[in-house]
C-alpha cells in the first residue's frame, strides 16, 4: 500500500507573486552589545547637544546624564535582562569613559575603557546641518552623503507664525508671572516655554542655557511631525486611507501577516511589532522596542521592517518606535515613487511650508529621517506644529491636511489608552486643571507642545535630556494661561 506523502513542517510552496516574509530581526542582548550601544547614545547625546543645540562643553557636560542601555521589555513593559546601569555607574566614577569632541568635524567620539574587556568599547556620532545628530556607532562613515540641502520657506522674513519674526510680547499678568516662576524653580532642565494664540506669541520665557533661536530635543515630539506628514501624503493624494493596509515596502507580499497591519494601527501604537529578544544564557524572549533606534548605528526603516507580528494588530496597545519608523519607510517609499529628492522633499511637505526654518530631523546611518524621535527646532518653530492643529490643517488660508484630520489626530483610541494618532491626550487626567480635550506632542523628559483648542492657545515647553521637570508647576502655568490671556 502505497503511504500518503509527509506534510510537511513548513510551507515550501513557491511564491508566485510578491518576495515573501522578511527576515524578521533578532535583538542581542549580550553584555558586550549593551555597552556598545551605551556608549553610542551617549556620543549621539554629546553631538546633539554641542553641534546641533550649540551649548558649550561644559554647559553639555553639566547637562549629560549617562544611561545605559536595557533589554527591551515584553507586553508588561518591564525591563528584563541584564541591567548595566550599576557597572556603568562604577565606570563613570573611575574615569573608564571619556568624551571626546571635534568641533571641525562636530564629531564625537566616547570610549569605555575597562581591564575586563577584551576590549575599548568605541562609538561615534557626527552633526551634519539638516540632518541632525548622525549616530555611527563602530562605523567611522555615514553610509550616505549628507550633502547641504535647499529649503524653500515660503515665509522667510515675515510676522510669526508665517515667518521667524516676533513681535516683543507684553510683560506677562502677574499670576502668569508667578505660575512661570514656580515652574523654572522647580524645573531645573528647562530650556525655555513659549505661549501663543494662532496669529502672536503671547509671552515666552528662556532658562540661563535656553535661547528664543536655540533649537532644542524633542525626542518623540517627532512623531506628531511624522503623523502630519502622513497626514500631508493623504490629502495629496499619495495615500488612501488610515484604515488601508501599511504599504511598508518590506511588506509587499500579500498574503503576509504585515498586510494585516494598517496606518492607523501603526499611529495608534497597535500595530502589534515585536521581535526575539536573544539572551547571553541562551533564552529568548519578545521583546517591545523602545530606545534601540537613538543606540545602533543601523537603518531604521528596515529594521522596523523587520518586527515581527507579536500580536493581533489593533488588540493591544505598545508605545515602541518600529511602527512610527515604518511609517517612516512608507514616507520615504513614496517619494521615491514620485522620483522626488528624498530630504528636501520631507522638509517641503510639512516643516518648510510653515516655515519652521530652525526645524531638523535627525538622520540615521543609512539616510533615513528617523520618524520616531530626535528632530529639533526653536519653541517659537515647534508652536507651529501646534498652530496648524488650531487651525484643523488649514495654513496661511491654504488646507495642507483632510477636513478633520485635527479631530481624527487628537482624539483618544477608544479602547482605553488616553493616547491618540502619536499625540497624548488629556483623557487620563495627567494635567488635573486642564481640559478633558487637551492634545499634546510628547517628548522624553517631558516635552510638550500643549493644543487647546477651545481656549484657542499653544504651549510649548522644552527640557534637556533625563532631567526632571516639575509637572505640577506645569499644569498650574498652563492653567494659567488659559484664566489669564483668554
Partial sequence: MTRPPVEPIFDRTPHPFGDGPVTPLVYDASPATLRQRSVNFAAKRYADMLFVSGLDRATADRHHRWRAALVPAGLDARPEGMDLSAELREAVAANRLTVQADPADKRVTVCWNDPSFPAPVVGSAIARAGYGGILLGEHAVPRFDPKPLHRQLAGAGQAW???????????????????????????????????????????????????????????SMTKP???????????????????????????????????????????????????????????????????????????????AQRSLVATLPGSVFRYINAGVNVLGAVIRDQIARRGLPYHETVYALLADRLGMASYQHSADIAGNFIASGAGFATLRDY????????????????????????????????????????????????????????????????????????????????????????????????????????
Fill in 225 to 303: 511631525i511624522t503623523c502630519t506628514l502622513i497626514g500631508r501624503l493623504i490629502h495629496d493624494g499619495w495615500l488612501g486611507s488610515v484604515h488601508d493596509p501599511a504599504p511598508a515596502p518590506l511588506w509587499s507580499d500579500p498574503r503576509g501577516i504585515h498586510r494585516l497591519i494598517t496606518l492607523d494601527h501603526l499611529l495608534r501604537m497597535r500595530s502589534g511589532l515585536g521581535f526575539p529578544v536573544q539572551h547571553p544564557d541562551g533564552r529568548v524572549s519578545l521583546g517591545f522596542e523602545n530606545s534601540a533606534v537613538y543606540q545602533d548605528g543601523m537603518d531604521a526603516f528596515e529594521t
Fill in 383 to 486: 508652536a507651529k506644529l501646534g498652530v496648524l492643529y488650531l487651525q484643523d490643517g488649514v495654513w496661511n488660508g491654504e488646507r495642507l491636511l483632510p477636513e478633520g484630520w485635527a479631530d481624527y489626530a487628537l482624539t483618544a483610541t477608544h479602547t482605553g489608552t488616553s493616547y491618540a494618532a502619536c499625540f497624548r491626550t488629556n483623557a487620563d487626567r495627567l494635567f488635573p486643571d486642564l481640559p478633558e480635550d487637551t492634545a499634546w506632542a510628547s517628548g522624553a523628559s517631558d516635552q510638550r507642545i500643549f493644543i487647546l483648542r477651545r481656549a484657542r492657545l499653544v504651549v510649548a515647553v522644552a527640557n534637556e535630556t533625563d532631567h526632571k521637570m516639575d509637572l505640577g508647576a506645569l499644569n498650574r502655568l498652563v492653567a494659567t494661561a488659559i484664566d489669564t490671556l483668554t
Fill in 161 to 219: 507664525p508665517r515667518g521667524e519674526d516676533v513681535a516683543q510680547p507684553p510683560p506677562p499678568p502677574p499670576g502668569l508671572a508667578a505660575a512661570l516662576d514656580a515652574f523654572f524653580a522647580g524645573s531645573s532642565g528647562a530650556y525655555g516655554v513659549l505661549i501663543a494664540q494662532p496669529d502672536r506669541v503671547l509671552a515666552e520665557r528662556y532658562s540661563s542655557f535656553g535661547a528664543a533661536d536655540r533649537a532644542t530635543p524633542s525626542w
